[in-house]
């Protein structure tokens, strides 16, 4: 471990093998997995259960039926699945982030599952992300350290990640706006990005001030990843600063997203 904390310290990144247990990693694909089919039924696309996720021409066809449904699945449901942060706040996870220099380890997000495929590589599905700096929407202590985890095997069509090595020590970058949300002005042609593929439920270790990019999904699989986000509640930047979060959380709609729902028989049967 010493030689991947110098590593991470030197080029701002390093690389874990079998940072998830293979048992962890399968529970939450069956997570998702049932999620998405419950969906899949309601929406008249499947019968029965199936391995959605070796089926990746499923995600395109429900996304292409109820893209707002789609969407909230991916971007909201399918994060909150509990055994996501029992990983997250295990005491082997909080141990290894403390050596990396983080005395007081706090959740600077939820944590966030991605899914890619090629079937849903469009405007209205999900976008890749461009260069960029995570600090740079997350703006939390400056050893603010992400954890991105494959939870399914990763080759030359499926990708990984690509970053830029020692990027970290070069400060903020200044950005130019995205799609996505905004990418950094660092980046030209001739700038050397070093791909990083892991096995599968290892992870990568990296500042939230590397430069880093998506690639993007050709093969005919999904892709799937788990990211965490750790602040340091000791680091003397985020104190004097008020500990600042910059996302909305827990922030409810004033109106009823089902109209005139739930009403009396509904309650009578769920509590019969």
């Not at 449904?69 to 994060?79: D, E, F, G």
């Not at 005491?91 to 990396?100: A, Q």
């Not at 949300?181 to 042609?189: E, H, L, P, Q, V």
Request: glycine share 2%.
């Amino acid at each position: 471990m010493r030689e991947q904390i110098k590593e991470y310290k030197r080029n701002g990144v390093t690389t874990i093998n079998e940072f998830i247990s293979k048992k962890t990693s399968t529970n939450i694909k069956k997570k998702i997995n049932k999620i998405f089919c419950n969906q899949l039924k309601k929406l008249d696309i499947i019968k029965n259960n199936v391995d959605v996720i070796n089926n990746p021409k499923l995600f395109f066809l429900y996304q292409k039926k109820n893209i707002n449904s789609y969407n909230n699945t991916c971007l909201k449901i399918i994060q909150k699945i509990p055994e996501i942060y029992n990983f997250g706040t295990s005491k082997k996870i909080l141990k290894l982030v403390k050596s990396f220099g983080l005395k007081e380890p706090i959740f600077s997000t939820d944590p966030l599952i991605m899914i890619n495929s090629k079937y849903s590589n469009n405007k209205h599905g999900w976008q890749y992300a461009p260069l960029h700096q995570d600090w740079r929407s997350i703006q939390g202590s400056l050893n603010c350290l992400v954890i991105w985890i494959p939870l399914t095997s990763l080759d030359n069509l499926t990708g990984g990640i690509e970053y830029i090595k020692s990027s970290h020590l070069s400060g903020l970058q200044k950005t130019k706006d995205h799609s996505w949300y905004k990418a950094a002005k660092y980046y030209n042609k001739k700038t050397q990005l070093t791909k990083c593929r892991p096995k599968i439920n290892a992870a990568i270790l990296f500042s939230s001030f590397l430069l880093h990019k998506s690639e993007i999904n050709r093969s005919n699989k999904v892709r799937i990843s788990l990211q965490y986000r750790y602040n340091d509640l000791s680091e003397e930047t985020f104190i004097k600063r008020d500990y600042p979060c910059n996302y909305k959380h827990a922030e409810p709609k004033k109106k009823l997203i089902t109209k005139n729902f739930p009403n009396k028989l509904n309650l009578e049967k769920i509590f019969s």
